[in-house]
């Protein structure tokens, strides 16, 4: 078999099984009419059902289809002993009936047993191609064929996808009539500039912080790390006297130590000239 062929026969095998449960060992429905054809044209049946299915086959004849070969005599003898090593599918016919008949009762209206009918019968052939999920198989120039889905099987392929996607119509009466609520248009009015195009507002020179301040007295003002005077180390010497470290003074109490030192420097100085004078007066 071209290598096209098997894998249109594979691609057609694998719909069958997706929509219509077919699986391994497929079971063949076998006439009287192909079992003839396949001993005159000197194919080997199962092997050519195995190829064209692309997997297990299980050859099936019923009862009326043998009675059928039966009836042509000792000429259709090979025929007979062929379908003699298939299975036998009960029929459930009392009186033999003709093949044809019998393959149409026994695959129904749905073929709900899932059967691959191998058949020569131009008339059964044009009767299962009504039958969604059908294959059929014939011989045409001594090559096993397998015939393209009909058009009843590709509907009902559309109809089981669609029940896939879709809830039924029982389920559908079971959901509860939900009706969308209505959300508020919202108006459209005007809008306020582009904060980024506004001009900032000027600030007041009196809401500037630390215009409003004191300003400090440059004497008031006290510079940390600074060196330091002589006097001030003499005044620390005596506020410091007892060995205590004191922290640093506030700004008040920098001013008030600096008069005490102008004081005493004055004082000091008038000391000094009395006592000059007395010594140019003695």
């Known amino acids: 078999m071209r290598q096209k062929r098997a894998k249109a026969y594979r691609k057609l095998m694998h719909l069958y099984s997706m929509s219509f449960g077919f699986h391994q060992p497929y079971q063949v429905l076998v006439d009287s009419e192909m079992c003839k054809s396949a001993i005159a044209q000197k194919v080997d049946f199962v092997k050519q059902l195995y190829t064209v299915l692309q997997g297990e086959v299980k050859p099936m004849i019923t009862q009326c289809c ?21 299975e036998r599918r009960k029929c459930n016919h009392r009186e033999p009936i003709a093949g044809d008949e019998c393959l149409t009762s026994v695959v129904g209206d749905t073929n709900k047993h899932r059967y691959v009918v ?9 009767k299962l ?37 879709h809830a039924s119509a029982p ?26 195009s506004v001009k900032k507002k000027k600030v007041c020179e009196a809401a500037k912080p630390g215009k409003n301040l004191p300003v400090k007295s440059q004497a008031a003002q006290v510079t940390i790390g600074s060196k330091r005077k002589a006097d001030d180390d003499e005044d620390d010497s005596d506020q410091g006297s007892d ?16 008069r005490r030192k102008r004081r005493r420097k004055n004082k000091i100085v008038s000391e000094s000239q009395t006592v000059e004078s007395h010594d140019v007066n003695s």
Request: proline share 13%; glycine share 6%.
């Open 243 to 258: 060995g205590a470290v004191q922290g640093p003074l506030p700004i008040a109490a920098t001013a008030a130590s600096k």
């Open 118 to 126: 191998a058949t020569q019968s131009h008339p059964l052939r044009v």
């Open 171 to 196: 389920d559908l009466a079971l959901v509860p009539l939900v009706v969308p609520e209505q959300r508020p248009v919202k108006r459209k009015g005007p809008k306020g500039p582009n904060p980024l």
């Open 66 to 86: 043998i009675h059928e070969l039966y009836l042509q005599g000792r000429e259709q003898q090979p025929a007979v002993d062929l379908a003699k090593n298939f």
């Open 129 to 165: 191609r009504s039958v969604p999920g059908s294959p059929i198989v014939h011989i045409n120039r001594s090559v096993m064929v397998l015939e393209p889905p009909s058009d009843a099987t590709l509907k009902a392929k559309e109809a089981t996808e669609d029940s896939k996607l």
